[in-house]
């Protein structure tokens, strides 16, 4: 369930899921998640001031975040975005992993090799 805001025909669907949330409250997924209304009301009404480097990884197949989501907000936070092919939200196969470390030692510089 993708309920991120977003143009065109998503938008319609945006404002069922949200209806939705605020009605049941929490959100069951199968993908382990839960959404819920009281942290999503809680984080709308406390917006973030962002100042600092930051570099994002984002997962194609992420279920939980929209690409248009995170490329808005890089874009608005002077953030880095590197996209994963077949990654999701929660990297967690041997590919997702080895393409985590990897993009931390040369893109991040997290990683020290040994």
Known sequence: MDITKNNGEGTCRYYTYM???EARG?????????LSWEYLSYVRS???KWNVPTQILYGEKDQLTSLATMQDFAEKH????TVMENGEHWFHTEEQMKFLDDWMKTDWNIIQEE
């Open 26 to 34: 929490i959100i069951y997924t199968e993908f382990g998640e839960d």
């Open 78 to 81: 002077q953030a880095g975005l």
């Open 19 to 21: 209806a939705e949330l």
């Open 46 to 48: 406390h917006p973030i």
